[in-house]
């Protein structure tokens, strides 16, 4: 026989218990009711973690930008050192060309859209192409190369050629943000793919870029008639 004991509002009174008795049952439910409402809590604590940043992204974090430098020799034997900026994330990959001068130009490969930026040094203007097949196909290496982060290239193994932009008169242009970027206060020309200036027209500059596939591009712009 069990004996407990319950309390009125007036005085304790003394109860038979039994184990299925009401009093039983009592002491048994806060006992349930715990772990009925733990996963609850345990939900609310999940949320509120979340919500706050404590348990972090929900997707696993972005590889940061790769910085790889390209180093060749030039026609007359100098190395030119190149830093390229791989940005897999927004399909970036963005050049850093140093002249002897130690002046900067910079070629913006944004891939996502299919453009090339050209910000020469020596020039008030950014000059904008469409990607080409050559160059989706010259950049890969960047965007698939993991690891390395020093390319020398060998000047018996270099191949090198020379292409010619003609730039396009004054046209509206639709930027990327990241070209918007790039020629902050700069105006943005168009240009296209051409055979070469011809005799009457004058190149204006050229700039060298060199792949980890062994290739190096003179690119040469000059002005198309109004």
């Not at 790039?182 to 004058?202: F, M, Y």
Request: with cysteine; charged share 20%; proline share 5%.
């Amino acid at each position: 026989m069990l004996r407990c004991w319950k309390c009125s509002d007036d005085h304790l009174e003394e109860a038979r218990c039994s184990g299925d008795s009401d009093a039983s049952s009592q002491f048994h439910f806060p006992h349930k009711a715990f772990w009925v409402s733990l996963p609850a809590s345990l939900l609310l604590v999940i949320i509120a973690l979340g919500l706050t940043g404590h348990l972090g992204p929900l997707e696993p974090p972005s590889q940061s930008s790769q910085i790889v430098r390209i180093t060749a020799p030039d026609l007359d034997g100098l190395l030119i050192n190149q830093s390229v900026v791989v940005d897999r994330q927004n399909d970036l990959v963005t050049y850093s060309l140093m002249s002897p001068e130690n002046k900067t130009s910079t070629v913006l490969f944004d891939i996502k859209h299919g453009l090339i930026c050209y910000k020469p040094v020596d020039q008030d203007s950014c000059f904008l192409e469409q990607m080409g097949q050559s160059d989706y196909d010259n950049v890969h290496a960047l965007l698939q190369e993991q690891q390395q982060s020093h390319f020398h290239l060998c000047g018996n193994e270099t191949q090198r050629q020379t292409e010619f932009r003609g730039v396009l008169a004054a046209t509206q242009v639709e930027l990327s943000t990241h070209v918007q970027d790039l020629c902050r206060d700069r105006p943005v020309h168009w240009t296209k793919r051409a055979e070469g200036p011809g005799k009457q027209r004058l190149v204006y500059f050229c700039i060298d870029i060199c792949f980890p596939s062994n290739v190096c591009v003179s690119v040469c712009f000059y002005y198309l008639p109004e």
